[in-house]
């Protein structure tokens, strides 16, 4: 099993940036990438950003390019997602994921409000 962990969230002004951090724990051996995913209210929950465990290689949801930037440290087996610029439309609960062998985990979430 691998446990994720998220931190970070909380109340923005727009234009305003916060940094996420997700803690993965347990058999973090087996997880071949990562991610952030969020939901706002009344809507699909999204991918965000991720990287690859292995070559580092990223992947942005249009709306967040150039804005989010998501990042890792292996040894600390920590990911963050650097965001700047918020807009009140980033609202939502920012949920980590891990891809491990054929499962993947969530963590519970962080809640990120952005006022206008």
């Known amino acids: 099993q691998v446990q994720l962990m998220e931190s970070g969230g909380g109340l923005v002004q727009a234009g305003g940036s916060l940094r996420l951090t997700c803690e993965a724990s347990?058999?973090?051996?087996?997880?071949?990438?990562m991610g952030w995913y969020r939901q706002a209210p009344g809507r699909l929950r999204e991918l965000v950003a991720s990287i690859n465990s292995g070559d580092g290689r990223t992947v942005y949801a249009d709306s967040v390019e150039g804005r989010f930037t998501i990042s890792r440290d292996n040894a600390e087996n920590r990911v963050y997602l650097q965001i700047h610029s918020l807009k009140p439309e980033d609202t939502a609960v920012y949920y980590c994921?891990?891809?491990?062998?054929?499962?993947?985990?969530w963590g519970q979430g962080t809640k990120v409000t952005v006022s206008p």
């Open positions: 347990g058999r973090t051996f087996v997880v071949n990438a």
């Open positions: 994921n891990a891809i491990g062998i054929g499962t993947v985990y």
